[in-house]
């Protein structure tokens, strides 16, 4: 079930929005706007998986990316 909500965005926005949709990339501005919040909902969580990367410290220096590759597989299957 798809929810209304109303919002207010610059006239710079309103073009962009309406270009994109003239252009033919997109059937509607909802189609448009559906995208950009995918793409920011992405955005905050590949920054939070940065962010809780770096606060987890330095790894091992011995370790190459085909052993970090086998332990998060073995982490994932919960062996």
Do not use: F, P
């Not at 003239?22 to 920054?47: D, P, Q, T």
């Amino acid at each position: 079930m798809a929810g209304k909500i109303s919002i207010s965005i610059t006239d710079e926005h309103a073009a962009v929005v309406q270009e994109a949709v003239r252009s033919g990339a997109y059937a509607s501005s909802s189609e448009v706007i559906r995208e950009a919040l995918r793409e920011w909902r992405a955005k905050r969580v590949v920054g939070n998986l940065w962010d809780e990367g770096l606060a987890s410290g330095q790894c091992d220096a011995g370790l190459s990316m085909t052993d970090i590759k086998r332990e998060a597989r073995r982490h994932l299957s919960g062996h």
